[in-house]
């Protein structure tokens, strides 16, 4: 019996020698291969991407804070403050809310939500006008949500909720704030 023939060996294949989308992602080595380098922008889906693997925190920036209560008198005083870090331009979503309650006499409140120390729109001013509520339990609840208009610069900066009495003695219970980076526009 005579054989014949010629052996190759394959030590390297380079992309060159791959026809365009014939590679599966079982046929490479440890499945991980591919790069986001490599793959086409917006050509992955729902389907591709195991959506828990994402770390949120690379593209959304949350932040938030809730101290116990704030004593304010008759300049602003920041009741509650986060610091959000941008790594881009970005418009920012922040969110406050609080509950006032009157010490002794009717009284009442202006509370803005403030970035970088601005005031930004619709500030809220809760209070009464005829009555005390004056209980520890009775208090006058708000709730403010901001969209800056503009995107902010990257870096680092302070959104507040911040609060001064305006008549009588105040105080405002639970305040919060949340402040998350949104898309730019």
Known sequence: IALGGSAYAVTQITSGEIKNDTIKSADLR???AVKGVDVKRNALGGKEIAEQS????RFARVVGAEPIGCDPESAFLE????????????????????????????????????????????AAFPGEVGSS??????????ARTVVTQEPISPGQH????????????????????????????
């Open 158 to 185: 302070k959104v507040a909720l911040a609060c001064r009495q305006e008549t009588g003695d105040v105080r405002i219970e639970n305040p919060t704030i949340a402040a998350i980076a949104i898309a730019a526009k």
């Open 133 to 142: 509520d004056t209980g520890v339990g009775a208090t006058n609840g708000f």
């Open 30 to 32: 440890d499945r991980k």
């Open 79 to 122: 009741c509650a403050a986060v610091t959000l870090r941008l790594n881009r331009a970005a418009r920012v979503l922040a969110i406050a809310t609080g509950g006032q309650r009157s010490v002794g006499t009717a009284s009442s409140a202006r509370c803005e939500v403030r970035i970088d120390g601005g005031p930004q729109n619709l």
């Open 54 to 57: 994402l770390d949120a925190s």
